[in-house]
């Protein structure tokens, strides 16, 4: 099931213009000391994603508001540079009455609580139904990135980006892979690509193993809230 909605998730991916958060890379550029012509170089990530408190659930979570943040704190390295960057992921929530499939949450609510918080967000499954479509939409402007010392745009298009299912660049984990091309690379660099393995997790109920817990709570078990994500082997940036 789990490789379903991934493999569901990477064809639904839909255009929509930038807008101020991003996702797992985005966020404002890195300059190292001096500005060098941008090289073909590998890059290794590390970092955290927030979800939208209080976390990933199989019931998912009501709110009134119609937008909810995850954040992420992405440190890269090497000619990358080596400052943290932190940004965020807007996205929608469904509306319980009106969504062909609400999230369970809606049904376990009371009338008087639907009245107060009619709409829902942060099912498990949502990662893997609208997670391409989110990247998609929040980096549509593209992401300042950082080469050499020089500040570079990496182009994102809905062809580009897909999830990453268990055995491939993400080993036994899941994550999500972009590519596309560099503004400002010059001559020598006119290419991205770049892996998030989401590898370890924080939450109610988790051992620590993202996938472990996220493929329990998409599932079915009710006991288990995933409220971080670690980026692990595999997170890289590729430029070419």
Excluded at 68 to 94: D, F, H, R, V
């Amino acid at each position: 099931m789990i490789r379903k909605m991934f493999v569901i998730a990477a064809a639904v991916a839909m255009p929509a213009a930038a807008v101020a958060g991003v996702s797992a890379i985005g966020g404002a550029g890195i300059a190292s000391a001096k500005a060098l012509p941008p090289v073909p170089t590998t890059c290794a990530l590390t970092g955290t994603v927030t979800f939208a408190k209080p976390g990933l659930s199989y019931n998912g979570s009501l709110t009134n508001k119609t937008v909810t943040t995850s954040k992420t704190a992405i440190t890269p390295s090497g000619l990358c540079g080596t400052k943290a960057i932190k940004s965020k992921i807007n996205s929608t929530p469904g509306v319980c009455a009106t969504d062909p499939t609400p999230a369970p949450a809606c049904a376990l609510a009371s009338p008087k609580t639907l009245a107060k918080d009619p709409n829902f967000y942060d099912t498990a499954s949502s990662l893997a139904t609208s997670g391409v479509t989110q990247i998609v939409a929040s980096l549509a402007g593209g992401i300042p990135a950082v080469n050499n010392g020089t500040k570079v745009t990496l182009q994102v298009t809905a062809p580009g980006t897909n999830a990453i299912l268990p055995g491939g660049a993400c080993g036994a984990t899941v994550g999500f892979h972009l590519q596309g091309g560099v503004t400002n690379g010059g001559a020598n660099v006119t290419a991205y690509s770049l892996d998030i393995c989401l590898s370890t997790d924080t939450g109610t109920g988790t051992t620590g193993a993202f996938f472990t817990d996220y493929a329990a709570a998409a599932g079915g078990n009710t006991g288990v809230t995933l409220a971080t994500a670690g980026l692990g082997a595999g997170s890289q940036l590729v430029f070419s």
